[in-house]
């Protein structure tokens, strides 16, 4: 009888022992409660209660905590229904207020985050839901966070992982796409002929320029060498006059002679004559070289008896 006495002695101290110390692990606080009411929080450490008056309430995870959000399907603005799931990150801050302000706080979180999830794409059309995710997650994290704050709790992260459109829109957005693509190459082709064409008509311009420029060119060099041609004949005519003026007839015979000579080199040059004709004044014409030959040796004496005479001194009387 002794014996199981001193038992039930131990059995007791052990529980009360138990009941008496308490280890807070890292990362955990506890709640303390006094007949059912909460009195303060436990930091993670060796605390000492006093057994059957303070008691555990609940045990909070004060570390950062991953939930995942089950996808939904969700109609856009435009009427578009798309499969949406995402992942919160979330922490503790208050372990009083995350314990009795909120019955399941997961569950409510949860609730929370789906449904604003529904709300910020249902305003939003399906091109803006699929290329701002930045934008869809920033909202979320701005209105959830506030929600929250009430329960002691920070929402540091919410990303969506994929927003997924039926097949049939998958189809006509690749459709779609392909169909840019194709508008596109087909503008830069066109753009590519265009300016192909123009530089070619530009190389044309300048060819047609430069060649009347040639034209242009040789035109005033053939018309400045008629005219000195024609300076020079108009100078041996007047030579000729000049001469004829002073009773000098070989000048006349030189110039007669030498448009003679001029129409036979053309007549002999012409493609279409198969014979040449000459005339019987054969004599005529020796004649006139002749008076060629006169006329340049009377020519040549002239130029002799000027230069003797300014070579000549003047006489001293």
């Known amino acids: 009888m002794g014996s199981l006495f001193a038992l039930v002695l131990i059995v007791v101290a052990v529980i009360v022992v138990a009941k008496l110390v308490r ?23 060796l ?25 939904q399907d969700v109609i856009t603005k435009d009427n578009a229904v798309v499969r949406v799931d995402g992942v919160v990150f979330y922490q503790v801050l208050d372990a009083a207020k995350a314990a009795y302000e909120v019955a399941n706080l997961e569950q409510a979180a949860l609730a929370l985050v789906m449904t604003n999830i529904r709300t910020v794409l249902g305003s939003m059309d399906l091109d803006e839901s699929l290329s701002q995710r930045d934008a869809i997650n920033a909202k979320l994290l701005t209105v959830v966070d506030e929600a929250t704050h009430p329960w002691g709790v920070k929402v ?45 008509a530009e190389g044309e311009k300048q060819s047609v320029i430069l060649a009347a420029e040639g034209e242009k060119e040789a035109a005033f060099r053939a018309a400045e060498a008629r005219e000195r041609s024609a300076e020079a004949e108009a100078k041996a005519t007047t030579m000729v006059s000049e001469s004829i003026a002073n009773g000098n007839v070989n000048a006349l015979n030189y110039f ?45 004496n002239q130029q002799q008896a000027s230069n003797t005479t300014r070579r000549t001194p003047p006489s001293i009387s």
Do not use: C
């Open 256 to 300: 007669v002679a030498n448009k003679y000579v001029e129409a036979l080199k053309e007549m002999a040059h012409s493609p279409n004559q198969k014979m040449l004709l000459l005339p019987m004044e054969a004599t005529g014409i020796l004649g006139s070289l002749a008076g060629i030959a006169e006329l340049a040796k009377d020519s040549l």
């Open 156 to 200: 540091n992260r919410i990303e969506i992982k994929d927003i997924a459109p039926p097949r049939d829109l998958i189809d006509s957005m690749a459709r779609q796409m392909k169909a840019e693509r194709e508008k596109r190459a087909n503008i830069l082709e066109a753009e590519g002929f265009r300016q192909a064409a123009i530089l070619k």
């Open 23 to 45: 280890m807070v692990p890292q990362g955990y606080e506890w709640t303390v409660e006094r007949f059912g009411r909460y009195t303060r929080t436990l930091t993670p450490g």
């Open 47 to 71: 605390h000492f209660l006093v057994p059957f008056i303070y008691s555990i309430g609940r045990k909070m995870n004060m570390m950062e905590q991953v939930l995942d959000v089950p996808s």
